[in-house]
């Protein structure tokens, strides 16, 4: 297991933090003249969800977690259960608990893949994260229609997405319209 110097905790990172693998959410390294230069950091458990303060001294190391990262795909969801299965072996179901997938719950449709983060524990493997690809192409369900000469104005509308989520998209989108849509941000990116 790598150990990270203060200075390499930085964003992005996983680390072993309270038992727990934890991203690092935020990271700022101060040097002050008078004290020993610190990182500041904000971590955010893969495990519960709960959030750290947490400040790294020069003489201090975190446990780098071992991450691996696998391909996974997005079978259905049934009363708040979320099926995935290997995208190779399609018997290997698993259902994900919807924490793991975040915001991210809102863009899932039938055999899309996406990342799942694997944490080994001692040996046992548990999926910590399930990562969806940053845009996903949608079709456009229902959207009200546009509104002769309000398109100049930069307004936009709520359309209805394939999987039945709502988001806002510039006025001349239309339903039967395939768009891009980012899914870290949920905002519409551009028509596919």
């Known amino acids: 297991m790598a150990l990270l110097e203060y200075n390499e905790i930085k964003?992005?990172?996983?680390i072993i933090y309270e038992n727990e693998p934890c991203e690092v959410m935020e990271s700022h390294v101060a040097r002050t003249q008078q004290r020993k230069p610190?990182?500041?950091?904000?971590?955010?458990s893969?495990?519960?969800?709960?959030?750290y303060n947490a400040t790294f001294q020069g003489s201090d190391m975190a446990p780098e977690a071992e991450i691996e990262k696998r391909e996974v795909k997005f079978l259905y969801a049934n009363r708040g259960e979320y099926w995935f299965s290997d995208p190779n072996?399609?018997?290997?179901?698993?259902?994900?608990d919807e924490k793991l997938i975040g915001d991210g719950v809102k863009f899932l449709k039938d055999n899309i893949l996406a990342t799942a983060m694997v944490f080994d524990d001692d040996g046992e493997e548990k999926i910590i994260k399930v990562k969806?690809?940053?845009?996903?192409?949608f079709t456009v369900k229902e959207a009200p229609p546009s509104m002769r000469g309000n398109t100049a104005s930069g307004g936009g509308k709520v359309v209805v997405l394939e999987n039945g989520t709502n988001i806002n998209t510039p006025m001349f989108i239309e339903a039967g319209d395939k768009i891009i849509v980012n899914t870290d941000t949920g905002e519409y990116v551009e028509r596919a």
């Open 11 to 14: 964003q992005g990172k996983v």
């Open 38 to 44: 610190q990182n500041q950091t904000k971590l955010k």
């Open 46 to 51: 893969l495990v519960s969800g709960r959030t």
């Open 89 to 96: 072996d399609p018997k290997n179901r698993f259902k994900l």
């Open 132 to 137: 969806l690809p940053i845009k996903l192409e």
